[in-house]
């Protein structure tokens, strides 16, 4: 199995900033996407940033939120920056893992953490 755990929500005023982190770890052989969703309360849950050969962002976070992957660890890091209100979410990891090198690639989401942006 394959389980992915995230880090660093937190509670920051608008204008601030934040890291996020989450590490994928157990049975993988290869990973293409690693991905970031949050879904507000009373929404469905929404892309925010995508990495596989390059990066992919939702136009509601593009100029202040930078995705970055170390494939060496099997870890996806979300900076973001210039928090507004309605960023407010839980921050849900993902990754796109092949366990057994045949090519079947199954999606695996970590627990989410919570960011809350004051105004």
């Known amino acids: 199995q394959v389980q992915l755990v995230e880090s660093g929500g937190g509670l920051v005023q608008a204008g601030g900033s934040l890291r996020l982190s989450c590490a994928a770890s157990g049975s993988i052989f290869k990973i293409d996407a690693m991905n970031w969703y949050r879904q507000a309360q009373g929404q469905q849950r929404a892309l925010v940033a995508s990495?596989?050969?390059?990066?992919n962002y939702a136009d509601s976070v593009k100029g202040r939120f930078t995705i970055e992957r170390d494939n060496s660890k099997n870890t996806v890091a979300l900076q973001m920056n210039s928090l507004k209100p309605e960023d407010t979410a839980v921050y849900y990891c993902?990754?796109?893992?092949?366990?057994?090198?045949?090519?079947?690639?199954?999606?695996?989401w970590g627990q989410g953490t919570q960011v809350t942006v004051s105004s």
């Open positions: 990495v596989s050969d390059s990066a």
């Open positions: 993902s990754a796109d893992v092949d366990t057994l090198g045949y090519g079947n690639y199954r999606v695996y």
